[in-house]
Nanobody
Framework: QGELVESGGGSVQAGGSLSLSCAASGFPYPVYCIGWFRQAPGKEREGVAVIRYGGDTAYADSVKGRFTISRDNVANTVSLQMNSLTPEDTAMYYC?????????????????WGHGTQVTVSS
């Protein structure tokens, strides 16, 4: 049974940077697509950035140019470098894996989830 474990969340002031990491384990095959999603209080979970095994990526418009997703297929990890953070980026960030279609930023298309890591950006 696959497992995803996120790390790297925290608090930062607006304009700052944070890096998130997700470790995947227990999958019997290379994870084809994996990515980051977030959910702010009172809002639905939304896709932030996803990446597939060959390195193709997809980003939400709200983070393009500020966030960068990358993966290490040997270590089975995916990272999210977040720059120029704003208070609107405050949310619980989740790692999601194994998509039903590509490209997709829809949480409904992802089968496995981590427990999340909190990112808080203050103004």
């Amino acid at each position: 049974q696959g497992e995803l474990v996120e790390s790297g969340g925290g608090s930062v002031q607006a304009g700052g940077s944070l890096s998130l990491s997700c470790a995947a384990s227990g999958f019997p095959y290379p994870v084809y697509c994996i990515g980051w999603f977030r959910q702010a209080p009172g809002k639905e979970r939304e896709g932030v950035a996803v990446i597939r095994y060959g390195g193709d990526t997809a980003y939400a418009d709200s983070v393009k140019g500020r966030f960068t997703i990358s993966r290490d297929n040997v270590a089975n990890t995916v990272s999210l470098q977040m720059n120029s953070l704003t208070p609107e980026d405050t949310a619980m960030y989740y790692c999601g894996a194994v998509c039903l279609q590509w490209p997709s930023l829809s949480p409904a298309d992802y089968k496995y989830w981590g427990h999340g890591t909190q990112v808080t950006v203050s103004s």
